[in-house]
């Protein structure tokens, strides 16, 4: 079964950059729409960014400017360039995708801005 493995979260100050990768296995990524997601605690899972098949993009109002997503085929990975980060980005981020007709999620990895 198809599944997708997120990495490179940590701790960074306010102002820094992360980038996370989502890797797929069982499963091309680049015939699927790709989503980033996160969850801060006590609060609900929001969306962040999606890279379409065709490879364009779309972000939330909140990461826009800030956040690049991008996706690299041979590698069948997804990534999320975050720069400029803000403490109110501390979460546990999440990519997603329809692999094999099955709404898939990683286990997610923990971004942590200090001020």
């Known amino acids: 079964q198809a599944h997708l493995v997120e990495s490179g979260g940590g701790l960074v100050l306010a102002g820094g950059s992360l980038r996370l990768s989502c890797a797929a296995s069982?499963?091309?990524?680049?015939?699927?729409?790709v989503g980033w997601h996160r969850q801060a605690p006590g609060k609900q899972r929001d969306w962040v960014a999606t890279?379409?098949?065709?490879?364009?993009?779309d972000y939330a109002d909140s990461v826009k400017g800030r956040f690049t997503i991008s996706r690299e085929d041979f590698k069948n990975t997804v990534y999320l360039q975050m720069n400029s980060l803000k403490p109110n980005d501390t979460a546990v981020y999440y990519c997603?995708?329809?692999?094999?007709?099955?709404?898939?999620w990683g286990q997610g990895t923990q971004v942590t801005v200090s001020s």
């Open positions: 890279i379409f098949s065709t490879g364009s993009t």
């Open positions: 069982g499963s091309p990524l680049r015939n699927n729409a």
């Open positions: 997603n995708a329809r692999l094999d007709g099955y709404d898939t």
